[in-house]
């Protein structure tokens, strides 16, 4: 009887503390996901600007209610063969208690859920920025339904779920290396080797139409990666939350000043976007890693990542494939960076016991475990998201028609348009923005025309 005693006086309590900080980091992971939507309407042209910011937008009303109906269950319910979990009290979250605890810490189950609910919403919504200018809405919300509950599902399940696969290997990921930014980087490889490239891809300029969009999308989601990264101890009675907060921007600021060296060199400018992105960069990368790395890994993780990131953008042009907002060379290699360099800068003295080659592991055993995790959620999402891709656009079709792509998916998809130059008064300015975009309507006909002439004359 004394061990049972001792159990249950030792049995975790709510901590109002934790919960509370728990609450508010819920609540900054779901400002990243307009965060982000800002982010990506920036870099867009005008035309595309809605659709944008929509595609984010919706996958927090959509992942909301099949969180709630099955994906919690799914993702952190009882293992069923290290690859799906189910639990039926968390089904419509109808068995869960305002008073049960999470198992073993101090948090009520509700508040675990909906901070991971957050997590499902923004990891969809990083695809989008690869699909930019062509993606018809509804054939995204249909593929958005699909992909979390064949994919993010299982794979949060792998990575973080008791019993998973990828948890019980020993893989190291934090806060989302494998099971959001790498997880979102190759579902959006897969998608656009499928759906192609946009028209006039490597022809047209197709530049950021709002820089300070950009960089203001950039700022929310670096704040708001503090409660991404930190709240996902679930907890501060240790150390653990408070070392990922202070090297979440460590590595932040290291990836930045890297990308903007390396712009410096190739380029012979530092620019705005380049600044935004390698912010991004240092994000990533230091989301699987950091509760393992001391703070200067955490500028050697940022440095590297924002290097190799500032490099890989320009891969697409290289190797053919479309990837509109660079989420493949920002984000899938940005987590491979992050998660591979577990290996190497694991100091022993964070989250766990386990250690890096530069650490005394000469081994390699974290390191393989980290190989594993990396291939194992790139080629499964991968593989599954291109297939995904293909039924659709033969069933349903993913793509928007060529004259809708150009002359603006905005109108095309949602009716609307992003900037209404009619209200800019009257006078010159008025007159002057008013001929502007009659000039571009009709220069835009004339491609259309000419174009569907020499088609005709061919």
Not at 426 to 440: D, E, F, R, T, W
Request: glycine fraction near 14%; charged fraction near 10%; include cysteine.
């Amino acid at each position: 009887m004394a061990p049972a005693i001792m159990l249950a006086a030792d049995a975790p309590k709510l901590s109002s503390a934790n919960t509370g900080f728990m609450l508010i980091a819920s609540a900054l992971v779901l400002l990243m996901t307009p965060g982000l939507a800002f982010f990506y309407g920036g870099m867009v042209r005008v035309k595309s600007t809605l659709n944008m910011l929509m595609m984010s937008f919706i996958s927090m009303g959509i992942v909301t209610i099949l969180w709630v109906l099955y994906g919690f269950s799914m993702s952190f319910g009882t293992d069923h063969g290290s690859l799906i979990g189910w639990t039926s009290d968390f089904v419509g979250w109808t068995g869960i208690g305002k008073m049960d605890l999470w198992p073993g810490y101090t948090i009520p189950v509700f508040v675990f859920a909906v901070f991971q609910m957050m997590f499902a919403i923004i990891t969809p919504a990083l695809i989008s920025g690869a699909l930019a200018d062509r993606v018809k809405f509804s054939a995204w919300a249909v593929f958005l339904v699909l992909w979390v509950t064949i994919v993010y599902f299982p794979v949060a399940h792998w990575v973080w779920g008791t019993g998973g696969w990828a948890y019980e290997l020993g893989v190291i990921d934090f806060a989302g290396g494998t099971a959001v930014h790498i997880n979102a980087g190759a579902a959006a490889l897969g998608v656009i080797l499928v759906i192609g490239k946009r028209v006039g891809f490597k022809k047209d300029p197709m530049r950021p139409h709002s820089l300070p969009l950009v960089m203001l999308g950039a700022g929310l989601l670096w704040f708001g990666w503090f409660g991404f990264n930190a709240g996902s101890w679930l907890g501060n009675d240790d150390g653990v939350g408070p070392l990922m907060f202070v090297n979440t921007q460590i590595a932040t600021a290291a990836a930045m000043l890297a990308w903007l060296g390396y712009e410096k060199i190739r380029h012979g400018a530092c620019t705005t976007l380049g600044a935004a992105s390698g912010a991004v960069a240092g994000l990533v990368a230091i989301t699987p890693s950091g509760g393992a790395v001391t703070p200067l890994g955490a500028i050697a993780v940022g440095a590297i990542a924002g290097v190799a990131c500032a490099a890989a953008v320009g891969l697409k042009f290289r190797f053919g494939y479309d990837d509109s907002l660079d989420v493949v060379g920002v984000h899938m290699v940005g987590g491979i960076i992050g998660s591979l360099l577990i290996g190497f800068f694991a100091s022993g003295t964070g989250q766990s016991t386990a250690t890096g080659v530069f650490y005394g592991d000469h081994s390699f055993t974290q390191l393989w475990k980290q190989c594993a995790g990396v291939g194992g959620v790139l080629a499964y999402s991968l593989i599954v998201s291109a297939i995904l891709a293909f039924l659709l656009d033969k069933t349903i079709g993913m793509r928007v028609t060529q004259d809708e792509e150009v002359s603006g998916i905005d109108r095309a998809e949602h009716a609307e348009s992003a900037y209404d130059y009619s209200g800019a008064g009257g006078g010159v300015l008025g007159s002057a923005l008013s001929a502007a975009a009659g000039k571009q309507s009709e220069n835009q006909g004339d491609k259309k025309s000419g174009k569907q002439t020499k088609k005709v004359d061919a």
